[in-house]
């Protein structure tokens, strides 16, 4: 059962603010460590005290206090580690709003963060000072340095800490802008007030059942809403510790993560279904003999659909590490309202539904008991305390029916005042009133789904919003990038869509052909995954080339981006070529060659013996045939993705003993060209 709530009104000990909340902590318990970070992943800790983390904060502070920067905005770009924890409390003690993002580290992440600036107005980037001349050199105009002020918090001047002045802030006020994963071009800002970072945080840690023992676990990225509304806020006010890892550590060995928890006996993680699924195949079943997970209660899941099958198969492959399928805690949750919507009661099986596919697809709940025609759906739990979830029909805007899908429409003191500067936006998604009964004003989330005895069920997507391993793609980017990637390719006639495939969601792209074109097929699909991969970091599952004139379209010329996908799994569309990336794993010899070998070679023996190494290790991550795999193509004309080239990076590395970036992947290196650099 979920737990009874009184009125919540013992918010962080009648704090008002996350300032008064870390105060509170720095004084009651100013040695306990507060936040570890390990820096390899593994062993290499650093620890952060709630009185460090406090001291640190009011130095950033008195230092933007002194350059006029109360009431501003403040671009945060940091690398995984705890110089960000002490930036984004230090932004809140000087009454600054905190814009966290993530850091450029190629000149194709510089497009999002340009916008996030100009969209913040922000008057200052606080950042490290071994990043500071990257950051500012992929910015590129102007340096932005007559835009942005610029300062670098891990060489502030000694006991500034001791001339910062308490804000003048309350529950009300600004805390941080979290923008969402929107479309390249146009990011939103959610402004979040420290009411609303209080309130999810009170009904989290009595949702979750956390106490003070609690020790969360968390590799999830600090600039996005789960990871730091769940990962750093959640354990400050709950006043236990948090073990972080980059994400680059657990992509590359999703071990880490659950040997961290193991480690640390941690009680609370999670992450998007993908992450449980990189556990279930690629965690050895001598890594597994090596791990204790009795301690996790809450295995969060969220972010993206939520798999039975990967629930199930999570359970029994780790049930020999006493991994308990009741310690699963599917989610529900989105920036606009903080994070935390919905969760499952404690220590229960998570609840599962079969509905009729034929139903679902008329917005008619109908259970099922066939296992053909049937979809099932994992509940995503209960409403929080003090909200109102209400099924509401998209177009209309009036309440469904009972065993009826709809847009899920939240109201709650969780939820963020608007989207910064975007009037219209914020009046059409956060101000929406239920016509038949004029109740509201609600949250309209886009997503779609129905309640069943007062427990959540997501089905999908309002919009094309593509989800793939927690990441949200906007189909209108994916589709720009994919028709500029060959001059053979018809402008305005192309569709991308994600389908599920092994119980994972991938992407397909639908592309005319210009009129008169006759372009060798493998040449343009080679050209489309390649521009894909580099531009957004995305493997493409299926390219289908087709006839021009042949995609579904509205009668005012607008893709129809749903019915396609039908015709793609009818097997109905005008294909002209077609390339879909095989799901089997290939038979490639395992070749594990050793740095000792390669230095013992001549240079005319050692470049050809290691060309082969990179092709079957290639062939091998992206289960392609070896013989595919040419020494001078980039490997991002497979259409590598940044999860695979993770693998293929820690694969060398391993090997080699050697150190490579996984952005060297997306630079155009081929074989060749990265055994040149190698050697």
């Not at 009648?14 to 100013?30: A, H, I, K, M, Y």
């Not at 501003?72 to 003690?93: I, K, N, V, W």
Request: with cysteine; hydrophobic share 40%; proline share 5%.
């Amino acid at each position: 059962m979920i737990p009874s709530f009184n009125k919540l009104k013992d918010i962080a000990h009648n704090c008002s603010t996350l300032v008064d909340l870390l105060q509170c902590r720095s004084g009651d318990r100013p040695n306990k460590e507060a936040f570890i970070f390990l820096q390899d992943g593994e062993n290499e800790e650093i620890t952060l005290t709630y009185q460090e983390l406090g001291r640190r904060s009011r130095a950033i502070a008195a230092q933007l206090q002194s350059m006029g920067m109360v009431g501003e905005r403040a671009l945060l770009l940091y690398p995984p580690g705890l110089d960000f924890l002490a930036a984004f409390f230090g932004c809140l003690y000087a009454g600054v709003v905190a814009v966290p993002a993530y850091p450029p580290h190629n000149q194709r992440n510089t497009p999002r963060i340009q916008a996030i600036i100009a969209d913040a107005q922000a008057a200052i980037a606080l950042t490290t000072s071994t990043l500071l001349p990257k950051v500012q050199s992929l910015l590129g105009e102007k340096n932005y340095t007559e835009i942005l002020q610029w300062l670098t918090t891990d060489s502030l001047e000694q006991g500034i800490e001791s001339s910062w002045q308490a804000p003048y802030i309350d529950r009300d006020s600004l805390a941080f802008l979290q923008y969402t994963s929107g479309s390249t071009g146009t990011p939103k800002g959610v402004m979040l007030s420290h009411s609303n970072l209080l309130h999810n945080a009170v009904v989290t840690y009595k949702f979750m059942e956390h106490s003070p023992n609690s020790k969360f676990v968390s590799w999830l990225p600090v600039y996005h809403d789960m990871g730091l509304i769940g990962g750093i806020l959640q354990p400050l006010y709950g006043g236990f510790p948090c073990i972080l890892l980059s994400p680059s550590s657990f992509l590359q060995r999703p071990y880490r993560w659950l040997r961290a928890i193991s480690h640390y006996q941690g009680t609370t993680s999670g992450g998007p279904n993908f992450a449980y699924e990189l556990c279930i195949n690629k965690i050895t079943p001598e890594q597994r003999a090596t791990l204790d997970l009795s301690s996790w209660s809450v295995a969060f899941n969220g972010a993206e659909p939520i798999r039975q099958d990967t629930l199930k198969q999570f359970a029994t492959t780790f049930a020999e590490c006493g991994f308990r399928p009741e310690a699963f805690y599917p989610c529900y949750g989105m920036a606009e309202a903080t994070l935390m919507v919905s969760g499952v009661a404690k220590k229960t099986l998570p609840r599962c539904k079969t509905v009729d596919k034929t139903a679902l697809s008329q917005n008619q709940v109908c259970e099922s008991t066939a296992n053909q025609d049937s979809q099932i759906f994992v509940s995503c739990g209960y409403s929080i305390p003090e909200q109102q979830i209400v099924i509401a029909h998209p177009e209309n805007c009036t309440r469904c029916q009972p065993n009826e899908v709809g847009e899920i429409w939240v109201a709650s003191p969780s939820v963020g005042k608007g989207y910064w500067h975007r009037t219209l936006e914020t009046e059409e998604i956060f101000c929406a009133y239920l016509k038949d009964t004029g109740e509201g004003p609600f949250l309209r989330t886009g997503d779609l789904g129905f309640l069943d005895n007062g427990e959540l069920f997501i089905t999908g997507r309002a919009k094309d919003l593509i989800i793939i391993r927690g990441r949200n793609l906007y189909p209108q980017d994916i589709e720009l990038t994919a028709e500029r990637s060959h001059p053979s390719l018809r402008l305005g006639s192309c569709a991308a869509f994600a389908v599920e495939v092994d119980n994972e969601e991938r992407l397909v792209v639908v592309q005319e052909l210009e009129f008169r074109a006759k372009p060798n097929g493998d040449e343009v699909i080679t050209a489309l995954r390649q521009a894909i991969a580099e531009e957004h970091e995305i493997q493409v599952y299926a390219v289908i080339l087709i006839k021009p004139g042949t995609i579904p379209k509205t009668s005012s010329g607008k893709i129809q981006r749903r019915a396609t996908k039908a015709a793609f799994l009818a097997n109905n569309l005008d294909a002209v070529a077609s390339n879909i990336t095989g799901s089997a794993e290939v038979a490639v010899k395992e070749n594990r060659l050793q740095r000792q070998v390669l230095l013992s070679l001549a240079p005319n023996e050692s470049q050809p013996l290691l060309e082969t190494y990179i092709q079957e290790q290639v062939a091998r991550v992206l289960s392609i045939p070896l013989h595919e795999v040419h020494t001078e193509q980039a490997f991002s004309s497979f259409g590598l993705d940044s999860l695979k080239a993770f693998e293929l990076q820690n694969r060398i590395e391993n090997n080699l003993e050697i150190t490579i970036t996984v952005a060297d992947f997306f630079a155009g290196l081929s074989a060749r060209s990265l055994s040149t650099k190698i050697l």
